[in-house]
C-alpha cells in the first residue's frame, strides 16, 4: 500500500499526520508527501525531517492544486493499493490495515471509503433523507455513518484504490478544488469498480483553518455565504456528470441552504448579491466545461476498466 498525502502550508499539521502514518501496523510500503508550498529563496526544514525516514518520499511541486498533487503522486507509487488522505489527520495504528483486509478475498474490492470523524464527533447511525434521491443521493451520505454500505462515495480525506483503477479512470481531474472526490468515485463506479464503505477505516479530521482550498468556501461578507467560485464547483461537477436535467437537485439543495433563507429573503440587497454570485458561478462552470476535463497526462473523455 502506497499512502499520498497531498499538503499545501501546514506544516503543523502534517508532521503530526506523518507521525501516525508511520506508526502503523504493519507499515505502508511509502508515505507520499507532495507538497505544493513555495518556500521561496529560503529552505524549509521540512523536507529534512520528514523524507527517507520510515519509507517517506517527499516531493515539491509548484502549482498548488491538490489534485495536480494527488495524480503526481499517483504516477510515482509503486503500491497495488493507494489510500489518500488529508495533511490535517489523526490516524489510529490500525487504518492501513482496516483498508487492506477490504482487498483481500473472498470479499475483494476496487475501492474503499472510510469514516471521517470531526473532533469530537462520534458515529451516527442515521443517513439524511437526501441519500435516498436518484442519481445525486449517494452523495448525502455522512462522513461519520457508522454502519459498512455498498456505497461508492469516497472522502479524500480517507479512501483507497487499486492502483490500476485509479490509473484506468486518469486520476483526479485537475480542473476541481471541490467536489474532486465525489467526481473521482463517481467515475470509479461507472466504470464498474467495485467500492464500499468501511466505518472500521476511520480517521479524525482536524479541519485546519488555513492551507489547502480553504478560499473557495470563504464567505463574500459577512452574510452572503456562497461565493462564484464555490457555485462554480457545484455547477461543474453537476453538469460534467449529471447534467442538470438529473442534477437538479443538489444544485437546488445548496440553492435552499446558501440563498433561499429568512437572513437573505429579508435584506433584498444581500439576497440578490447571493443570486449574483450563482450566476457568476454558473457561468464560470460553463466556460470551464468547454475547456473540458483535465485527467492525468491527456484530456480523457471515454472511460474503461482496466484489464483483467
Known sequence: MSIIVPTLRRKKYLL??????????????????????D???????????VDGK????????????????????L??????????????????????????????????????????????????????PEYEWPHVGFMFRPLNYG??????????CNMSVRREWALAVGGFDERMERCQDTDFSWRLHKAGADAIYNPEAWVRHLVAPEGAARHITAKVNRLVRGKRERWREYFYFVMKNFGLSRGWRMIWYWIRKLIVNRTLLMRPHYFLQAVYELFQGYRLACKRLEKGPIYMDTLVSDVTAPPN
Not at 54 to 73: L, P, S
Open 16 to 37: 503530526q499526520t506523518v507521525k501516525d502514518l508511520t506508526e502503523q501496523s504493519p507499515p505502508a510500503k511509502e508515505i507520499i508527501i507532495v507538497d505544493q508550498t
Open 39 to 49: 518556500y521561496g529563496k529560503y529552505e524549509d526544514d521540512l523536507k529534512k525531517r
Open 54 to 73: 520510515d519509507g517517506v518520499i517527499y516531493e515539491n511541486i509548484k502549482k498548488k492544486n491538490a489534485n495536480v498533487a494527488r495524480n503526481h503522486g
Open 75 to 128: 504516477r510515482i507509487a509503486s503500491g497495488e493499493i493507494i489510500m489518500f488522505v488529508d495533511d490535517d489527520i489523526r490516524a489510529p495504528e490500525d487504518l492501513c490495515l482496516s483498508h487492506y483486509r477490504n482487498y483481500q478475498s473472498p470479499s475483494s474490492v476496487d475501492a474503499v471509503g472510510g469514516m471521517m470523524l470531526g473532533i469530537g464527533e462520534e458515529p451516527t447511525d442515521d443517513l439524511h
Open 147 to 156: 454502519r459498512q454500505l455498498n456505497s461508492f462515495d469516497m472522502p479524500t
